[in-house]
């Protein structure tokens, strides 16, 4: 059950900026489940993708956002899809 002032924060929140929480958040676990199952540490994908491993953990901490760019090497580093994007049928 949430709080009177949870509820109410909420309630005044926009659904642009709801939508934007859920697609960061699932996104970061996304990213946090492939570094756990492909044994590597933050340091060693920030350095396997020419980064600072701080941006990594700005990245994931929601200190800093994502580009389509940065979300594209991360998918082809890890091997694995991080966000999918649904095909027009036709």
């Not at 996104?27 to 993708?49: F, H, M, P």
């Not at 929601?62 to 966000?83: D, V, W, Y």
Request: with cysteine; charged share 30%; hydrophobic share 35%.
């Amino acid at each position: 059950m949430r709080s009177k002032i949870a509820q109410k924060l909420l309630d005044k929140t926009s659904n642009e900026t709801k939508e934007f929480v859920s697609l960061y958040s699932a996104i970061v676990v996304r990213i946090n489940e492939l570094i756990t199952e492909k044994g590597y540490t933050q340091k060693e994908l920030a350095e396997s993708i020419g980064k600072n491993p701080s941006e990594i953990s700005k990245w994931l901490n929601g200190e800093h956002n994502f580009t389509l760019r940065s979300i594209a090497k991360l998918q082809a580093e890890l091997g694995e899809c991080i966000i999918t994007v649904p095909k027009k049928r036709g």
